[in-house]
């Protein structure tokens, strides 16, 4: 079983940028699709970045479209998410977690083997 890791979260000023990364130990990374979610106090947990592992077809919700940039390296096992412009809207704990083909990229509850998450929070 896979087990995904999420890192690099942590403290940014409004309008600053971070990355944040899933790494998967246990085996080499082979599910269909890797995506991005996250849950800020209070809130369900929300769809944020996918992206196929094979051929690299991205999608990503509207809040993200234009500021945040998902990739893989595939040597690495790893998936990053690059957030620009970041504002208090972004402060949440992000997750990581695969999907296996024929699902839909936002559809949570069709994702396994979520990370433990990765505390992102934006100062005004």
């Known amino acids: 079983q896979v087990q995904l890791v999420e890192s690099g979260g942590g403290l940014v000023q409004a309008g600053g940028s971070l990355s944040v990364s899933c790494v998967a130990s246990g085996r080499t990374l082979s599910t269909y699709a890797v995506g991005w979610f996250r849950q800020a106090p209070g809130k369900e947990r929300e769809f944020v970045a996918s992206i196929v592992w094979n051929g690299g077809s991205t999608y990503y919700a509207d809040s993200a479209k234009g500021r945040f940039t998902i990739s893989r390296d595939s040597a690495k096992n790893t998936v990053y998410l690059q957030m620009n412009s970041l504002n208090r809207e972004d402060t949440a704990v992000y997750y990581c977690?695969?999907?296996?083909?024929?699902?839909?990229?936002?559809?949570?509850?069709?994702?396994?083997?979520w990370g433990q998450g990765t505390q992102v929070t934006v100062a005004s």
């Open positions: 977690a695969e999907r296996p083909r024929y699902t839909r990229h936002d559809d949570r509850t069709k994702h396994d083997d």
